[in-house]
Nanobody, 129 residues
Framework: QVQLVESGGGLVQPGGSLRLSCAASGATLDNFAIGWFRQAPGKEREGVSCISGSRLADYRKSVTDRFTISRDDAQSTVYLLLDSLKPEDTAVYYC???????????????????????WGQGTQVTVSS
């Protein structure tokens, strides 16, 4: 089973940027779809973006044009670049894996990713002036 570790969170001012990393071990990463999720205090977990093993990506509408997902399978790492951050982006961000190479493997990520079986511990992103 793949193990995941997130990093790169922090405190940033509105309009700023962060790059989150999701480092994987224990399996060949290109056989997995990787989703990024977030959970703000008092709110349900929601999917932010997902990239398939074949590198097809999908985004939540509210982050399209601001967030960019990418993967470096040689480094077993998936990245999420957060640009033009807003206070409402404040949350704990998690990455999670689901076996599969097609974009179908990202199915369900927008609603919280219950189909994803391997989860990291999360990294805090705080957007505040």
């Amino acid at each position: 089973q793949v193990q995941l570790v997130e990093s790169g969170g922090g405190l940033v001012q509105p309009g700023g940027s962060l790059r989150l990393s999701c480092a994987a071990s224990g399996a060949t990463l290109d056989n997995f779809a990787i989703g990024w999720f977030r959970q703000a205090p008092g709110k349900e977990r929601e999917g932010v973006s997902c990239i398939s093993g074949s590198r097809l990506a999908d985004y939540r509408k509210s982050v399209t044009d601001r967030f960019t997902i990418s993967r470096d399978d040689a480094q077993s790492t998936v990245y999420l670049l957060l640009d033009s951050l807003k206070p409402e982006d404040t949350a704990v961000y998690y990455c999670a894996a689901r076996p599969g190479r097609t974009l179908l493997s990202c199915g369900g990520y927008l609603t919280g990713g219950t189909e994803f079986s391997s989860w990291g511990q999360g990294t805090q992103v705080t957007v505040s002036s």
